[in-house]
């Protein structure tokens, strides 16, 4: 039968495979959406934001815009070079629209940077939501806050995490409490630079951290460049360098194994250790503060890093109890804490 005799319906049914590929066309011509914002020290939270001579001035003028776009948009916050003095900003996963981007622009052979007064955190990420945060920071210098970056989900609920942020191309510079010079010493205590709260995944990559310490000195061992806890597990760590910290420069706490500390160089810790997992038993002391308890941070595997004429002993340790707990998975306290490149473990 040829078309002159085919049913409406016939002619309708034949079409289709034509009709989709010229749909998949269209969507292979005109990808997702993706929107670009610039921030400069000379712009204004009045303009537009869309180009360079039409930047803001603050970082919390361009997050409310990225969160005006449309759902599913990406949005690329560019830094033009320059200081930004005392901006901090927080990002809830609840509003944001789709990836998010923060990057500076180094066209000035120097990196953006975002200058506090040792209080406060630089970014706060906030996102319970189970799911990819979809966000990319790199190419800054951030210098005397309390803390830098901290990625937060739910530390008391496993399922309220976020997921897959990367951290890329910093100088980190005088992170801790009252590090911004006097009028500080009473600001809550830092516990770190990047601090991981139940953040799957996160990528912690070429970052350049100094004088990681707190104006209090009876503070600073408790203050970390990389302080990992409740849940935050699968963590890459690699290419880093730590020069002038006073606590474990990198810290894993609370179920945050599975990470990869890689490349990375260690300098000047005074007598602090360059890594340390510590299972906070509550049955033993009373400096846990989760209610339902802690468990070990298991299968943390240490690759080739440079720990310089750091003494063996504090280049990797294991602090705190090695029995089993009721409340944490059967096994866990037998698992080695940390496998290293050459087969062996640190039980």
């Known amino acids: 039968m040829n078309d002159r005799h085919l049913s409406n319906r016939a002619r309708w049914l034949k079409a289709l495979p034509t009709a989709f590929f010229l749909a998949l066309l269209c969507l292979l011509a005109f990808p997702a959406r993706a929107a670009t914002l610039y921030l400069s020290p000379t712009g204004s939270d009045t303009a537009a934001g869309t180009s360079p001579d039409q930047a803001l001035a603050t970082l919390p003028a361009a997050w409310d815009k990225a969160r005006a776009v449309t759902p599913g948009e990406a949005v690329t916050i560019v830094v033009l070079p320059g200081t930004y003095r005392a901006q901090t900003l927080i990002i809830d996963a609840r509003v944001q629209r789709g990836p998010i ?31 990819d945060s979809g966000l990319t920071v790199r190419a800054f210098r951030i210098a005397h806050y309390a803390t830098a970056i901290s990625l937060d989900g739910n530390r008391t609920d496993p399922a309220a995490f976020n997921r897959g942020t990367v951290l890329t191309d910093l100088a980190i510079e005088d992170i801790g409490s009252g590090s911004g010079g006097a009028g500080n010493d009473n600001a809550a205590p ?6 991981l709260v139940n953040a ?33 597990r699968g963590a890459m760590i690699t290419g880093n360098t730590f020069t002038d910290f006073c606590g474990s420069a990198i810290k894993l706490r609370d179920d945050s194994g599975d990470a990869v500390i890689d ?13 340390e997992e510590w299972f906070c038993d509550m049955a033993r002391t009373t400096a846990c503060t989760k209610p339902q308890g802690e468990c070990p941070s298991t299968g943390i595997r240490i690759g080739a890093n440079d720990f310089g004429d750091m003494p063996v002993r504090r280049r990797v340790m294991v602090r705190g109890t090695r029995l089993q707990r009721p409340w944490c998975p059967p096994g866990s306290a037998a698992a080695p804490r940390f496998v290293f490149a050459d087969g062996h473990t640190l039980p």
Do not use: K
């Open 200 to 232: 799957h995944d996160t990528t912690i990559r070429a970052i350049a951290f100094r004088r990681i310490r707190t104006a209090d000195p009876a503070r600073c061992a408790g203050l970390h460049a990389i302080y990992l806890a409740s849940h935050a």
């Open 263 to 275: 490349g990375s160089r260690f300098a000047a810790g005074s007598a602090a250790p360059a890594i």
């Open 190 to 195: 830092s516990t770190a630079a990047i601090r």
């Open 101 to 131: 981007v923060i990057t500076g622009d180094r066209t000035a052979g120097e990196l953006p940077a975002f200058v506090g007064d040792g209080t406060g955190t630089w970014l706060h990420y906030r996102g319970t939501l189970g799911r």
